[in-house]
């Protein structure tokens, strides 16, 4: 199992155009790109390989579009090549309508950057956890509790927006930070691995919510579904395009998601703390013997984590729906996974990705108009992305691109 | 040399041990007062528990106990048992009696709860097995593939597609081809997650949760595309009707409870069987076992690694999707978007809680299953706790179980971490 001097390796180098297999020359290129980025790893398996697998998937995607229509199934032996035209049609219908969806049009951007600004903060909060060696599954529920309390801020308080709003986002992310600092303390204190205690946290926050939506505290007065009161109007995140046409959902949020990218990259890169969790991510047993606190790292990690969770729960219901109601966090939180992953933990590789993910989700509805592909294909394209940022040597084998760094280990299983 | 083996544990607790003791010890006396406060004081009432289900060949009478007097013997019980705890402690029994505890509250809660009414036991244990089905198979495809080092967290995608296939096959050719086909679907996956774990040795947690993304997006893609449409023709299968087992099935009580189910419980208690024995009895599982606690031990012993990750994790896909095409052949008749709701991840979760052991996931399922089934007869008694609480119940357990607050759950020991052959 040599990577290094077997398989499409060799054969490139027989066959290959351009030889720069040595590390020498890698080098600058590099430097250079650690400098700009902040990010190790060269310029090919940082954004290459994010590319092709999005390609790839999208590729994927265009053949199960082909394969999942009946009637089209049954044409192709009556007539191949109408079947053939046909088939391109519809496929064409879809990515069209998915594009058109997406950046067609204002309203497309802006419904794009609104879904984006949930996925970014979302995608943080997985992305600072991996930084640190830890992976925080519980976006979802970080989400939920940040959402729930930033909700309850939002409706209970009476007071100017200049202090009404700040107050209910930054109840969002205390929410979330507490949700995900118990499994951070959890792991630094006792062993329990988060990836089980973060799934945990996430079912017991739905049931949660669940319950917390038929409390007269929370419930909307006469209604008997789960559904909660309204945020009042000075703790909504102003419309950012209301000027054009009201009917445009942007808002500030994707502000605060900015800026938090901008906070992560600058903790993560440019301060003391955020050294350590990266120390800490590499080689935790390095870090101990470096005098670092290892256990400090952990909780406070899964508590910046959790608190960007718990933002990206509250711009959903402080920018975008007012209220909350079951799975108000529309398994956004799942998506950060494979989001952080795209944007190789990197913040800006996270909004990058965010708006790629955003995109989808945006364009997806009209796709379904626009060609009858249902939305749930942009799953099943996210869960293909990830498959080929997670398993580079896929997309090696496909392409023939060198110098693609191996899959990165982030867990270190269970056994403590 | 006997004498010393048998008070050895007692003099040697370690500092950990003696510390859970006296944790479980003030639980214990907690407990009790919790008993005592919130069952005992106030309630009246007799609470009438029914023993026989309708149509059984035997009648027993029904089981009236007083709500309030119950819960005093329960209380006094439980502070007992606090007592010993901290006092002398249960050494090995500690668990069974922790079991035993959990047992008697919960038979006391019921008893609050029903004070006054009266309250199938026989039909509500029958649900509990019957919830707990699809969790036992996802435990079990957990044990399976953990105990060969890999970690499976695609149980939840690989139940949903059994489910699926189960659902659309099951409907053009028949439940058994369903059932087949769910099993295939898994045993797929499970494949794609054994290569991506074991041969290209991606982060054996995203190669989980990418299953999940990819399952749950294809079921749901394809539910809206083709099984909408054609609801009658491909989301419509026979589901396996229950079968009463002769003679035990006529045992009272117990009878209905265990024996009077379709075929999947009766594959599901097999399947306990044959694992356990299998793992712990045979030259298979004794390779397996090593494989996973030491790979490097084991590849030097001769044996092969990888083979026994790519059979074993793709034998757990197999009973997980067999697990999942329970959801439609065996119970609903017909596919639904993400019907399977998280019984992966309390699959998951029952794996911990039974300590990676088949028949600890199946009485930790049993559990589960018992959450979810009083939580669904607690909504037709109008009792002043919220279902959602119960429904919390397996996940916040399953936590307290990996903190080692009570019991420390020792997972295989490379569990998850990819071997390299040097």
Same mark, same amino acid.
């Given at each position: ?41 060269d ?17 994927i995607?265009?053949v ?25 049609a519809?496929i064409?219908?879809a ?47 970080q ?52 990836v ?33 009161k ?9 419309? /950012? &395009?209301?000027?054009?046409? %009201?009917?445009?959902?942007?808002? @500030? $949020? !994707?502000?605060?998601?900015? *800026?938090? #990218?901008? =906070? ?40 910046v ?33 494979a989001?952080? /992953? &795209?944007?190789?933990?990197? %913040?800006?590789?996270?909004v990058? @990705? $965010? !708006?790629?993910?955003g995109? *989808?989700? #945006?364009? =997806? ?33 496909i ?8 899959a990165?280990?982030?867990t ?5 | ?20 003791s ?33 149509g ?45 505890a959990?047992?008697v ?8 709860a029903?004070a006054?009414k009266?309250l ?8 509990t ?19 060969v ?5 695609g149980i ?5 597609s ?12 028949g ?25 290209y040795?991606?982060d ?25 449409e054609n609801s ?19 045992i ?19 399947l306990?069987a ?6 712990f ?15 490097k ?68 399922a ?23 609480f ?10 307290i179980?990996?903190?080692?607050v009570?019991?420390?759950?020792r ?12």
């Amino acid at each position: 199992m040599n990577d290094e001097n077997t398989g499409p390796e060799a054969e490139d180098r027989v066959t290959g155009e351009e030889v720069d297999t040595e590390p020498a020359s890698n080098g600058p290129d590099r430097r250079i790109w650690a400098r700009i980025t902040g990010a190790e790893g060269d310029w090919r398996s940082q954004v290459l390989v994010p590319v092709l697998a999005v390609f790839t998937a999208l590729v994927i995607g265009a053949v199960i579009i082909a394969v999942s229509d009946v009637d089209l199934l049954g044409l192709w032996g009556d007539d191949a090549g109408e079947a053939f035209r046909q088939t391109l049609a519809r496929i064409g219908d879809a990515y069209g309508g998915l594009f058109k969806g997406a950046f067609g049009s204002v309203r497309g951007v802006s419904e794009t950057f609104t879904w984006a600004t949930p996925l970014i903060l979302a995608g943080l909060s997985v992305a600072i956890g991996f930084r640190a060696g830890l992976f925080n599954i519980g976006a979802e529920g970080q989400m939920l509790m940040g959402g729930m309390l930033a909700l309850v801020i939002g409706f209970q308080l009476n007071v100017t927006i200049w202090l009404h709003l700040p107050l209910a986002i930054l109840g969002g992310f205390i929410g979330g930070a507490i949700w995900g600092g118990i499994p951070g303390w959890l792991r630094a204190r006792t062993g329990a691995h988060e990836v089980i205690t973060t799934i945990m946290f996430n079912w017991i926050a739905i049931r949660f919510v669940d319950y917390a939506l038929k409390t007269t505290f929370i419930q909307r007065e006469g209604r008997p579904d789960r559904i909660s009161k309204d945020v009042l109007e000075s703790a909504r995140l102003p419309k /950012l &395009l209301s000027w054009i046409d %009201p009917q445009y959902r942007l808002n @500030a $949020g !994707i502000i605060v998601a900015l *800026l938090a #990218a901008w =906070g992560v990259y600058w903790l993560l890169f440019k301060s003391t703390v955020g050294f350590e969790f990266r120390a800490v991510g590499a080689n935790p047993d390095g870090a101990r013997y470096a005098g670092m606190n290892v256990t400090r790292a952990y909780i406070l990690v899964m508590a910046v984590a959790g608190g960007l969770g718990g933002l990206a729960g509250s711009t959903q219901i402080l920018g975008v729906l007012g209220n909350a109601t079951p799975g108000f966090s529309a398994n956004l939180g799942f998506d950060a996974i494979a989001l952080a /992953l &795209l944007g190789r933990s990197h %913040p800006f590789g996270v909004v990058l @990705a $965010g !708006i790629l993910f955003g995109a *989808l989700r #945006a364009g =997806g509805q009209q796709m379904q108009v626009a060609s009858d592909v249902g939305i749930d294909l942009i799953l099943v394209i996210q869960a293909l992305i990830v498959v080929f940022i997670a398993a580079p040597e896929l997309i090696r084998a496909i392409f023939r691109v060198r110098a693609v760094k191996a899959a990165e280990q982030i867990t270190r299983g269970w056994a403590t | 040399m006997t004498a010393a083996t048998a008070t050895a544990p007692r003099v040697l607790r370690s500092p950990a041990e003696i510390r859970r003791s006296r944790i479980i010890g003030i639980i214990y006396l907690m407990l009790a007062a919790f008993v005592l406060v919130v069952f005992a004081m106030g309630t009246e009432g007799d609470a009438t528990f029914k023993l026989a289900a309708t149509g059984d060949r035997f009648e027993i009478p029904d089981l009236v106990l007083s709500a309030a007097g119950l819960s005093y013997v329960a209380a006094a019980f439980l502070a007992f048992l606090g007592g010993i705890q901290l006092t002398r402690g249960f050494g090995k029994a500690t668990n069974i009696i922790l079991g035993l505890a959990m047992a008697v509250i919960a038979f006391t809660f019921l008893g609050w709860a029903a004070a006054g009414k009266s309250l199938s036991l026989v039909g509500m244990l029958q649900l509990t097995v019957v919830k707990s089905v699809p969790i036992t198979f996802g435990a079990l495809s957990g044990v399976m593939c953990e105990r060969v080092a890999v970690i499976n967290i695609g149980i939840e995608g690989m139940l949903l597609s059994g489910a699926f296939l189960g659902a659309l096959i099951g409907s053009v050719a028949g439940p058994w081809m369903g059932i087949l086909a769910g099993i295939l679907v898994g045993g797929l996956l499970a494949f794609a997650l054994a290569v991506l774990a074991i041969k290209y040795r991606v982060d054996q947690i995203i190669a989980g949760v990418v299953i999940n993304i990819f399952a749950l997006g294809i079921t749901s893609y394809l539910t809206s595309s083709i099984l909408v449409e054609n609801s009658d023709t491909l989301n419509r299968v026979d589901i396996f009707r229950a079968w009463k087992v002769p003679l035990l099935g006529d045992i009272p009580f117990i009878g209905p409870i265990f024996f009077n189910h379709n075929f999947f419980v009766y594959g599901m208690y097999v399947l306990v069987a044959v694992i356990a024995f299998a793992l712990f009895k045979t030259r298979w599982g004794l390779r397996s076992r090593a494989v996973g606690e030491h790979p490097k031990a084991a590849d030097t012993l001769g044996i092969n690694v990888f083979r026994f990750r790519y059979l074993n994790v793709i034998l757990g896909g197999m009973i997980a999707g067999f697990g999942g095409a329970y959801f439609t052949v065996g119970s609903a008749g017909a596919f639904d978007e993400n019907m399977s709701a998280g019984r992966g991840f309390i699959g998951l979760a029952a794996m911990i809680f039974g300590r990676w052991h088949p028949v600890g996931a199946l009485g930790a399922a049993l559990v589960f299953g018992f959450a979810d089934s009083l939580q669904a007869k607690l909504a037709i008694l109008q009792t002043p706790i919220p279902g959602e609480f119960l429904l919390m119940a397996p996940y916040i357990v399953t936590v307290i179980v990996v903190a080692g607050v009570v019991g420390r759950a020792r997972p295989p020991a490379a569990d998850g971490q990819p071997y390299v052959k040097e």
